[in-house]
């Protein structure tokens, strides 16, 4: 039962990576938490110590249909879409409804509640920048029709949706542009760099690095990231905000890093480098330290021994269900 006074989030994507976190912070900070998922990338093992929490239900469901909730709803924070560049070319038509037709659907439901909505973007919508590092007044530079634009443009849409809610509807949206996150609940098989990196240097694999891999990345740890979206989300503050870690590292000295991490004696496997892979990538967060008051404050060593420890985890338990 829902009191007068407690709030009440929707979190679309709920039983993902980013999104189960966002759950646990949500009801740990006292909201009446609904967590939306078709569970087509995100997993129940993600939400199964909240099941049962009176703050927080669970709703099966594919937010690209018309959707109902009865009741007061005071934040909408919309995180589902397939996000690692294997599944959205395996999933491209999903990836491209959820980030229109579900943009649509729970800004709608925004709109219907008078919610303040937080759109999860992504530092994707900056394609291969041609500035760096990337501040949020930079537009990009996407290749629409490449192997990567299903997701890229299915979040610049997104953008553009919420911003036109807000101006014509006048709803209380924010957009948080998401830098590389990495920690506890990827997926083994994510297909990013570092659940990659893991995973293969656990089991004694070659470590696959794609091109030389003198191409960067700025890596967050998830705690330091729930931080800033829940800053974020209660902020007053409307325009997008970028949201990572501004310390860079070249992706072949990341899988350096972790081969050392895992005591494994793992070999560097250089495969080609994917089509429209990003050359730099390093978010500008001068506006977030402005308006947020928010930096990361995980440092990498510290945050890759916590998300090995789960993977170890995860493969040992994997290994004995087998």
Known sequence: MVTFSQRVSIVTGGAGFLGSHLCDRLVQEGHKVICMDNLLTGSIDNINHLIGNKNFQFIHYNVTEYIYIEGKVDYILHFASPASPMDYQRLPIQT???GSLGTHKTLGLAKAKGARYLLASTSEIYGDPLLHPQPEHYWGNVNPIGVRGVYDEAKRFAEAMTMAYRRYH???????RIFNTYGPRMRIDDGRAIPAFISQALRGEDVTVFGDGSQTRSICYVDDLVEGIYRLLMSEYNDPVNLGNPDEISVLNLAKEIITLTGRKSKILNKPLPEDD???RQPDITKARMILKWEPKVPRTVGLK?????FRAKLTSTAHAT
């Open 96 to 98: 491209l409804k959820v």
């Open 170 to 176: 006048g709803i209380n949206t924010c957009i948080a």
């Open 278 to 280: 990003p050359k730099v």
């Open 306 to 310: 916590k998300t090995l420890e789960y």
